[in-house]
């Protein structure tokens, strides 16, 4: 067991794995935490206008803060994990008004 | 973070060069088009804005009859003619046809001066460039601009000593001294930046997240409610098809200025004019209030009766409204626009000096300097094309300006090709020629172009410097200052290239020690264990 994962393990870091995981977690897992955040807004109870505006104001800080997140923690796995626990409470508000 | 901030930086930095630099000398758009179209005379003062807008709209009524919309933005204390703008009448339904022209206040005619974009060409460049979908263009801005945002975030995390670094300066130092510029200039303007940057996303935030618009606004009821929070465009709805002329535009615009003084108009929009069913909305100007947000009021076209006032938004659209005209400085006068200018000037060098540090810094560690390795030479190449070529090219655009002919075929656009040639030719001058000398000679060049522009100016226009100061032409004469001011900084930066001994031996110290620091915490050392 701990063989495989340490060969698996070892493949990954040779093509960078964890650097292109966390690469890949800031831009797109970033950019949909984002967007899911932008959507997730039009659950609180202000006009579709406004709220559609404060999605798109707020969302470029979330995008930011996830990318800073992502750099910023010990390992690509808890970087995923992290944008993971966000997401799940956004895409519940998210999924009641689409 | 530390190499975060150096790559995000890195890679997207030329483009943000381009952006920072093109950008900041947008806060002088209007005085830049004036001076390209020096055949328009220099305006004593803000002619009424009621009776322009009369005379620019009798003349559209002329120029394209049926027209479904027109806009104007009338003239103000720094503009000398009315743009337009508008809608071709017969475009088959879903397909636009736009048109847009400068007017003059004085005739209502066309302006008869030189085809030009003017200072609108390094407005336009700076947020969706050039020879591609404009669509691409702000896309791309936008990237860049998120890389940035990402950049100064991952900065200030890196230089936790920024106060410390902002108050240590040493001079000749090579590396040391580019980084504490990159550290001081960075430090000096961060508040600018940060809202800079984070504004810039915001006047195309539509276009960047769009999702929260898709899922919410489902009616073409809501879609107007949006769009009527955001601007002062009001929609053309069916025309009734039975002919009526419009009201005197004039008494709308009186109105208006009564509510909001004298120069406090702003644009003009009619639309279907002509038909039974028109719609005139007269908008308050940016000046003298922080925000973009929409406060028009708007008319029946016919009679020219007041249907409504419309001064006030939500408070999202308003906070977007001010961050929007926080970008773009337009509520500002002459004073806080020259702050504007050089703190965005010293935004241009932070990312200048932080595209030249990669360089330095890697020079000193490089096996053999003779013979760099092919990424090191890429980017000092770009660099010099990016930094001094982008100079080079900007003050080309100014003396293609006075020097194509006035009768040559799509001149504007030539205009802006030359623009595109020079700083082509400036990258295959960095190429060919060894990097210092490339650096110093385009440095000269640029210094050169910039400091004989008033020649150029006064030999091939009727408005030389002696004229204009005689005549108290503030635009003319502030144009030939600035280019002997940026003239001289240009000069400054060659001989200080020219006299620059990089030191080509393994530095002592290759990671100073700030760097050293950050990256010694067991948090940021992760990625570079894991890279």
């Keep these: ?98 | 973070m530390s190499d975060l901030h150096t790559w995000v930086g890195l890679l997207l930095g030329w483009v943000l060069y381009a952006m920072f630099l093109t950008g900041t000398v947008s806060y002088f758009k209007d005085e830049l088009s004036q001076w390209m179209r020096p055949e328009l005379p220099a305006q004593s003062g803000v002619p009424d804005q009621a009776e322009v807008a009369q005379r620019v709209a009798d003349e559209l009524v002329a120029l394209v009859p049926g027209s479904p919309q027109w806009s104007l933005r009338l003239t103000d204390a720094r503009n000398n003619s009315v743009y337009a703008f508008w809608r071709t009448a017969g475009a088959a339904p879903g397909q636009r046809a736009f048109g847009e022209g400068n007017f003059d206040p004085t005739t209502g005619q066309k302006v008869s001066s030189r085809a030009t974009l003017g200072g609108d060409f390094f407005y336009r460049f700076h947020f969706q460039f050039h020879y591609m979908p404009v669509v691409w263009g702000r896309w791309i801005a936008g990237i860049a601009a998120m890389f940035m945002l990402v950049a100064i975030v991952s900065g200030v995390i890196t230089h936790k000593k920024i106060f410390v670094d902002f108050f240590t300066f040493r001079w000749g130092k090579g590396q040391r001294s580019w980084l504490d510029a990159h550290n001081a200039l960075s430090v000096f303007g961060l508040p600018f930046h940060a809202m800079i940057t984070y504004t810039g996303l915001v006047t195309l935030m539509a276009l960047y997240m769009p999702w929260g618009q898709q899922a919410g606004i489902k009616t073409a009821a809501e879609r107007q409610q949006l769009n009527a929070e955001l601007s002062a465009f009001i929609q053309p709805g069916k025309p009734s098809g039975e002919a009526a002329p419009l009201a005197s535009i004039e008494d709308m615009v009186r109105h208006a200025q009564e509510r909001w003084g004298r120069d406090g108009v702003g644009r003009v929009t009619a639309t279907h004019p002509g038909d039974a069913a028109a719609r005139v909305a007269v908008a308050r100007g940016d000046g003298g209030r922080v925000s973009m947000s929409p406060q028009y009021l708007e008319f029946e076209g016919t009679t020219g009766k007041l249907l409504a006032v419309h001064e006030g938004v939500g408070p999202a659209a308003e906070t977007r409204g001010v961050l929007y005209a926080l970008h773009l400085g337009r509520f500002s006068d002459t004073v806080t626009r020259w702050l504007y200018f050089l703190v965005s000037l010293a935004g241009t060098a932070m990312v200048g000096t932080g595209l030249v540090m990669w360089t330095v810094k890697r020079r000193q560690k490089l096996p053999d300097p003779a013979r760099p390795h092919i990424g090191f030479h890429v980017v000092e190449r770009l660099n010099i094309a990016s930094i001094a070529g982008l100079s080079v090219a900007m003050a080309a655009f100014l003396w293609a300006n006075r020097l194509l002919p006035e009768t040559l075929a799509d001149r504007a656009n030539w205009e802006i090709h030359s623009f595109f040639i020079v700083w082509a030719l400036t990258l295959l001058h960095g190429v060919l020629r060894p990097a210092k000398k490339a650096w110093v000679e385009q440095l000269w060049l640029a210094t050169a172009l910039l400091a004989l522009l008033p020649v150029l100016n006064a030999a091939t226009t009727q408005r030389p410097l002696w004229r204009s100061l005689a005549d108290g032409d503030w635009v003319f004469i502030g144009m030939d200052l600035m280019c002997w001011a940026l003239a001289a900084l240009h000069a400054v930066l060659a001989v200080r290239t020219l006299r620059h001994q990089p030191k080509t031996r393994p530095a002592r110290k290759p990671a100073p020690e700030t760097v050293k620091q950050a990256v010694s915490k067991p948090a940021n050392g992760a990625v570079l264990r894991e890279g």
């Design chain 1, 1 to 98: 067991m701990t063989s495989v994962a340490g060969r698996v393990r070892s493949a990954l870091d040779a093509w960078h794995g964890p650097l292109v995981s966390r690469i890949a977690a800031a831009l797109f897992g970033g950019y949909a935490l984002a967007a899911l955040a932008s959507v997730a807004v039009l659950a609180l109870p202000m006009s579709t206008p406004q709220a559609v505006l404060t999605g798109q104001l707020a969302s470029f800080v979330i995008y930011a803060a996830a990318v800073i997140w992502v750099f910023a923690v010990r390992s690509a796995l808890r970087a995923w994990a992290g944008l993971l626990v966000v997401a799940a409470p956004l895409s519940l508000a998210a999924w009641s008004v689409w």
